[in-house]
């Protein structure tokens, strides 16, 4: 039987050195009849599925396929050379495995049909050649000798900037020499001038082309897992990109930010791919010293902070941002956030509190450092700033109420009852919203009572009725609410919590309604006082209380029954055919 190979990331040479010791080969054509049946039954299964798929030529006659099942998917890595099986593999084989698996053998027929097919259009197009009745590249290339067309692309080179720039831009990798020849292209092409007035259409649109073929030679890298090719073109990218952006206000800053956007998130993930531990290094040393010399765009520097104390070795991030910050006397803006990063970390949050106030007391920067360290997800630092600077910090309105907000937040979070009651006590006691009453009372549980005295003594001295009528309702207490309104004739307030009141309290709101009337008539007079008193009772009547506004009705018919205004006022509350029965006046 055949020998394989375990490894599933050999290179070819590697892959054909150690899967070729000891085989027999077979032909592709009828390899199936050397197998077991039962591994010919699943791999034809496979194919009626269509699960083998992205059947491509890595190198010569070394191929990769990807088998799609249930059970998950694999890689299958197989040698032709030329029709004869020279090595598989397959990301299912487990150690000492010797046998074919299913996976392989169905790749192999796919590749025996793809190679069939290829064949077959070969052999088509050779008993039937195309006629030249007009030009093309395709045909024009296949005539000219490689010292005809070098001879051209030089020359044309030399005539053309931007076709000199696609030919540099689509071969730098050839250039072996160059530290990074990516770099070098996007150089060539990058406005050297730092108004937007003075930068020209042509250089603009040169730079887009460049960026453009690079990114699409770097999604090509990056499908063939090319990783030192997708590592020095997205390198390139960053590096030459990055400074450009920070000092740029021009209108094609946009377009600078997607493609660094792309670049950055290359060089992201190659950090997750198994790249060599020195292309790891380099990516993280990269960044850090993008940030160090303030290269790096305000976009991409809290998810570059993280991924470079988060991602990458954290004592080495910690060691060389407490020694960046120690010797720069006026920290960018990647040093000091990093800095707090770094005492975060290490836990030592109150530290943040020290460095906050010894750079800058005003509130905008204070504001700005806290919404930037919210960002970087660093919740127990932000808490505690929040609490050391929101009462002493004239912030402006917007920005406190966000930062309470994010208080409230963390104290949900954690689970932090105490600070969640502060959060709402305090925020009722700015809104006399009910729906906070609620949630103080759930909150509180057995301790509420405790918890409503507290409140209660903190709006007595605020002597504000609507917010302490708004508590009493929230809590049902009608008995004190009903006192209080007596004490507070107020018609805002009676007309929002009579709904409370009624009908257990009905006899007190009839006293309040006629009471209060009765003061309001005896001190106005004429048609707009009467019209004044029809409105609140209309209010009743709409409401479905046309009893209580019927008693109403008639002590105050009896009070003012020589003011007939009043009284057809009054009568139009209530429909003509019962009017005798509400107005005192009527049944004398």
């Given at each position: 039987?055949?020998e394989?190979?375990?490894?599933?990331?050999?290179?070819?040479?590697?892959?054909?050195?150690?899967?070729?010791?000891?085989?027999?080969?077979?032909?592709?054509?009828?390899?199936?009849?050397?197998?077991?049946?039962?591994?010919?039954?699943?791999?034809?299964?496979?194919?009626?599925?269509?699960?083998?798929?992205?059947?491509?030529?890595?190198?010569?006659?070394f191929?990769?396929?990807?088998?799609r099942?249930?059970?998950?998917?694999?890689?299958t890595?197989?040698?032709?050379?030329?029709?004869?099986?020279?090595?598989?593999?397959c990301?299912?084989?487990?150690?000492?495995r010797?046998?074919?698996?299913?996976?392989?053998?169905?790749?192999?027929?796919?590749?025996?049909?793809?190679?069939?097919?290829r064949?077959?259009?070969?052999?088509?197009?050779?008993?039937?050649?195309?006629?030249?009745?007009?030009?093309?590249?395709?045909?024009?290339?296949?005539?000219?000798?490689?010292a005809?067309?070098?001879?051209?692309?030089?020359?044309?080179?030399?005539?053309?900037?931007?076709?000199?720039?696609?030919?540099?831009?689509?071969?730098?990798?050839?250039?072996?020499h160059?530290?990074?020849p990516?770099?070098?292209?996007?150089?060539?092409?990058?406005?050297?001038?730092?108004?937007?007035?003075?930068v020209?259409?042509?250089?603009?649109r040169?730079?887009?082309?460049?960026?453009?073929?690079?990114?699409?030679?770097?999604h090509?890298?990056?499908?063939?897992?090319?990783?030192?090719?997708?590592?020095?073109?997205?390198?390139?990218?960053?590096?030459?990109l990055?400074?450009?952006?920070?000092?740029?206000?021009?209108?094609?800053?946009?377009?600078?930010?997607?493609c660094?956007?792309?670049?950055?998130?290359?060089?992201?993930?190659?950090?997750?791919?198994?790249?060599s531990?020195?292309?790891?290094?380099?990516?993280?040393?990269?960044?850090?010293?993008?940030?160090?010399?303030?290269?790096?765009?305000?976009?991409?520097?809290?998810e570059i902070?993280?991924?470079?104390?988060?991602?990458?070795?954290?004592?080495?991030?910690l060691?060389?941002?407490?020694?960046?910050y120690?010797?720069?006397?006026?920290p960018?803006?990647?040093?000091?956030?990093?800095?707090?990063?770094?005492?975060?970390?290490?836990?030592?949050?109150?530290?943040?509190?020290?460095?906050?106030e010894a750079?800058?007391?005003?509130?905008?920067?204070?504001?700005?450092?806290?919404?930037?360290l919210?960002?970087?997800?660093?919740?127990?630092c932000?808490?505690?700033?929040?609490?050391?600077?929101?009462?002493?910090?004239?912030?402006?309105?917007?920005?406190?109420?966000?930062?309470?907000?994010?208080l409230?937040?963390?104290?949900?979070?954690?689970?932090?009852?105490?600070?969640?009651?502060?959060?709402?006590?305090?925020?009722?006691?700015?809104?006399?919203?009910?729906?906070?009453?609620?949630?103080?009372?759930?909150?509180?549980?057995?301790?509420?009572?405790?918890?409503l005295?507290?409140?209660?003594?903190?709006l007595?001295?605020?002597?504000?009725?609507?917010?302490?009528?708004?508590?009493?309702?929230?809590?049902?207490?009608?008995e004190?609410?009903?006192?209080?309104?007596?004490?507070?004739?107020?018609?805002?307030?009676?007309?929002?919590?009579?709904?409370?009141?009624?009908?257990?309290?009905?006899?007190?709101?009839q006293?309040?309604?006629?009471?209060?009337?009765?003061?309001?008539?005896?001190?106005?007079?004429?048609?707009?006082?009467?019209?004044?008193?029809?409105?609140?009772?209309?209010?009743?009547?709409?409401?479905?209380?046309?009893?209580?506004?019927?008693?109403?009705?008639?002590?105050?018919?009896?009070?003012?029954?020589?003011?007939?205004?009043?009284?057809?006022?009054?009568?139009?509350?209530?429909?003509?055919?019962?009017?005798?029965?509400?107005?005192?006046?009527?049944?004398?």
């Amino acid at each position: 039987m055949f020998e394989i190979v375990s490894s599933k990331t050999l290179t070819f040479e590697v892959f054909l050195r150690e899967s070729t010791h000891n085989m027999q080969k077979r032909w592709l054509k009828d390899f199936e009849y050397h197998i077991p049946s039962g591994t010919w039954q699943a791999a034809q299964v496979l194919l009626q599925t269509g699960a083998v798929g992205h059947l491509r030529e890595i190198e010569r006659h070394f191929w990769v396929a990807l088998v799609r099942t249930d059970a998950g998917n694999f890689e299958t890595e197989v040698i032709i050379t030329p029709q004869k099986i020279k090595a598989y593999a397959c990301e299912c084989f487990t150690e000492g495995r010797k046998l074919m698996c299913a996976h392989v053998a169905a790749s192999l027929v796919k590749l025996r049909q793809f190679l069939e097919q290829r064949q077959a259009e070969r052999k088509r197009q050779e008993e039937n050649p195309p006629e030249y009745n007009r030009l093309t590249v395709q045909g024009v290339l296949e005539q000219a000798s490689p010292a005809a067309i070098f001879d051209f692309v030089q020359d044309y080179a030399r005539r053309d900037r931007d076709f000199a720039q696609a030919l540099k831009t689509r071969f730098a990798g050839l250039m072996v020499h160059a530290e990074n020849p990516y770099s070098l292209a996007i150089a060539a092409v990058l406005p050297k001038q730092t108004s937007a007035r003075t930068v020209r259409q042509p250089d603009v649109r040169r730079l887009r082309t460049t960026l453009q073929d690079l990114e699409h030679q770097l999604h090509t890298a990056q499908t063939r897992r090319d990783y030192r090719g997708a590592f020095l073109m997205a390198q390139a990218m960053l590096k030459q990109l990055f400074p450009q952006m920070v000092k740029t206000d021009h209108n094609w800053r946009a377009f600078l930010l997607d493609c660094s956007r792309n670049a950055l998130n290359a060089f992201l993930e190659l950090y997750q791919e198994p790249v060599s531990p020195e292309m790891k290094t380099e990516i993280w040393d990269d960044l850090f010293e993008l940030g160090q010399n303030s290269q790096i765009p305000p976009e991409f520097l809290p998810e570059i902070l993280q991924f470079l104390f988060k991602t990458g070795p954290k004592e080495k991030a910690l060691e060389r941002i407490q020694t960046a910050y120690q010797i720069s006397d006026k920290p960018n803006p990647f040093v000091f956030y990093g800095f707090l990063y770094a005492l975060t970390e290490n836990r030592l949050e109150s530290a943040c509190i020290r460095v906050l106030e010894a750079q800058n007391s005003k509130s905008e920067f204070i504001w700005e450092t806290i919404q930037y360290l919210n960002r970087l997800d660093l919740d127990g630092c932000v808490r505690l700033l929040i609490e050391h600077f929101l009462p002493k910090t004239p912030f402006p309105s917007g920005q406190k109420r966000l930062l309470e907000d994010w208080l409230y937040k963390f104290a949900l979070k954690t689970g932090d009852i105490d600070l969640q009651m502060r959060f709402l006590q305090k925020r009722f006691l700015l809104s006399g919203q009910p729906d906070l009453v609620a949630q103080m009372k759930e909150l509180a549980g057995p301790q509420w009572p405790i918890q409503l005295e507290i409140i209660m003594e903190e709006l007595r001295p605020l002597n504000d009725a609507k917010k302490t009528a708004a508590l009493l309702a929230a809590i049902g207490n009608t008995e004190q609410l009903a006192n209080f309104l007596h004490q507070h004739p107020d018609w805002e307030l009676m007309q929002t919590y009579e709904s409370v009141l009624l009908p257990k309290h009905s006899g007190f709101v009839q006293v309040w309604y006629v009471k209060t009337l009765r003061d309001y008539l005896t001190q106005h007079f004429g048609v707009k006082a009467d019209t004044f008193v029809r409105d609140q009772l209309q209010r009743l009547v709409s409401a479905g209380h046309t009893a209580l506004a019927k008693a109403i009705v008639r002590e105050i018919g009896q009070m003012f029954e020589s003011r007939l205004h009043l009284l057809e006022e009054l009568e139009d509350l209530f429909p003509k055919n019962k009017r005798s029965d509400y107005l005192a006046h009527d049944n004398a």
